[in-house]
């Protein structure tokens, strides 16, 4: 049985940092690539960063690519999210995603390339 367990969310104030968490039991984690998105009241989930199974890519939303760093951890099964300089618009309930293939060749930016997920992380920034 496939799991994720986000962890890490909260209620912080503009321009503080969290770092979110997701750990993976089921699948050999190091083989796949991992990523976040993001969903907020009333919106489509928004794709926020991915990495490559090797760890080797990352890439990110446009909103993150300054704030945002993605990192794995395949000793833990873990992916991690660091989020700087928060804003209320960061406001949203977090997911991470486990990609549906294999030792994928192009990281996907489309939730339909995920296939696991985990039950979300509310992150709430106050401004």
């Known amino acids: 049985q496939v799991q994720l367990v986000e962890s890490g969310g909260g209620l912080v104030q503009a321009g503080d940092s969290l770092r979110l968490s997701c750990r993976v039991s089921?699948?050999?984690?190091?083989?796949?690539?991992m990523a976040w998105f993001r969903q907020a009241p009333g919106k489509e989930r928004e794709f926020v960063a991915a990495i490559s199974w090797s760890g080797i890519a990352t890439y990110y939303g446009d909103f993150a690519k300054d704030r945002f760093s993605i990192s794995r951890d395949n000793d833990n099964n873990m992916v991690n999210l660091q989020m700087n300089s928060l804003k209320s618009e960061d406001t949203a309930v977090y997911y991470c995603g486990l990609d549906r293939q294999r030792r994928r060749s192009s990281t996907s930016t489309y939730a339909g390339a995920y296939q696991y997920w985990g039950q979300g992380t509310q992150v709430t920034v106050s401004s």
């Open positions: 089921g699948r050999p984690f190091s083989q796949f690539a």
